[in-house]
């Protein structure tokens, strides 16, 4: 396997809090609202929105996309689902810009404002170095000022990002990667195809809603900054240190740029809230009779506040629940966590692998693997009701 890699999530994982009932409970709103000062949450924005954590050594050393940035105008970059930042960038100025002109994207850089892009560039306005940051997976925009360009939605899973073809256009990438990466398609990365070399990959999760849940990721293998420090170091090419024996990974280095700023950048995402549904986006009368649908079905898995049993350390074996078990058999745990139910009407597609393109298809698929018999009002009905989530 290549050792030039794909960029992952950061901060796709879990609350850090072992133990935490799934009802919320006075010890663990405590626990979970240590380091919530507003100077940590406003210093972990900082570093999730623009530190790189030293990854230009992967970025700009190893792959050379500061070479080739420079050659991507800025409406090529939004069809690859990268997002621009409104609030940086001065007034009129798209009004005299030519967005088909790679000049305009390095004047971007320049002003911060391609998110999860960290870029230096010099007088003569070639670019140098440049890095990612958190943002580049975990961030969007509202689109409103047009497709790709807004104010920032930090949390939100960059669904329209195609992650694989941006890393696929660095010439230090060989053939077969490229193949590979360019097979993924928007929304989708691979957390272990630089670990193992094979690919299965998996639709960016939100991350957002993070507070008083266990265990954050498809497979509930460690908590939030267990996988910050994961992202930072072994996916996204960053300067710091990250162990864990169960995978046969040990890397160090010297200085570590990662772990002293894991206390900020989780509490920052701890504090993330998931969106409301948008007013009229689901049938108010439909979702009342789901509910009780819900109760009787789903409640055994989907429990507490948060909607998941991981928070008291249960796993489901992909059979259970008719998953496709191939990325599960990668991974410590070999079994999927039951996902948490926030901001649902926000994220399609569903499930790890993105096999199922609506809530509608997942009722569908959990009245077969589960043989609950619900009739088609009743799976519309509990559908209307996932939506208000």
Request: proline share 7%; glycine share 8%; aromatic share 6%.
């Amino acid at each position: 396997m290549h050792p030039l890699i794909h960029i992952a999530v950061i901060g796709i994982a879990t609350s850090a809090i072992a133990g935490c009932d799934a009802e919320g409970t006075a010890q663990a709103r405590s626990q979970n609202s240590r380091g919530l000062s507003p100077a940590m949450i406003a210093e972990g924005q900082r570093i999730f929105r623009f530190d790189t954590f030293g990854d230009e050594q992967r970025w700009t050393d190893q792959l050379r996309m500061h070479e080739v940035v420079e050659t991507i105008d800025p409406i090529t970059a939004l069809s690859l689902g990268l997002k621009v930042d409104a609030d940086a960038l001065p007034p009129g100025i798209l009004d005299t810009v030519e967005l088909d002109d790679p000049a305009t994207t390095v004047a971007l850089l320049k002003l911060n404002a391609v998110v999860g892009l960290k870029a230096t560039v010099d007088s003569e306005n070639h670019v140098t170095r440049l890095g990612i940051t958190c943002a580049l997976c975990h961030s969007t925009v509202d689109d409103s000022v047009m497709p790709g360009i807004g104010k920032r939605l930090d949390g939100w899973p960059n669904r329209d990002l195609d992650v694989g073809a941006i890393i696929a256009s660095s010439p230090a990438v060989p053939d077969e990667a490229k193949t590979v990466y360019n097979g993924w398609g928007p929304g989708k990365y691979d957390p272990r195809f630089n670990i193992d070399g094979l690919n299965t990959p998996l639709v960016l999760p939100p991350a957002y809603g993070l507070r008083f849940i266990r265990n954050e990721t498809y497979t509930a293998e460690g908590p939030i900054s267990y996988w910050n420090a994961y992202v930072a170091v072994t996916q996204m090419g960053g300067q710091g240190n990250f162990s864990d024996p169960r995978l046969g990974i040990s890397v160090m280095h010297d200085p570590d740029l990662v772990t002293s700023k894991l206390p900020a950048l989780r509490a920052y995402q701890i504090s993330l809230k998931a969106p409301p549904p948008p007013p009229g986006s689901f049938d108010a009368a439909a979702a009342q009779r789901g509910s009780k649908l819900f109760n009787r079905n789903c409640r055994s898995c989907h429990v507490g506040v948060t909607r998941t049993d991981n928070n008291q350390g249960k796993l489901h074996a992909p059979e259970e629940t008719g998953m496709d078990g191939a990325y599960a058999a990668r991974t410590v745990n070999k079994a999927y966590r039951t996902t948490p139910l926030r901001g649902l009407w926000q994220h399609p597609p569903y499930f790890h692998d993105g096999s199922a393109a609506t809530l509608e298809d997942v009722v569908a698929h959990y009245d077969e693997t589960l043989e609950l018999g619900l009739t088609a009002e009743q799976q519309d009905d509990l559908a209307e009701y996932l939506k208000s989530f």
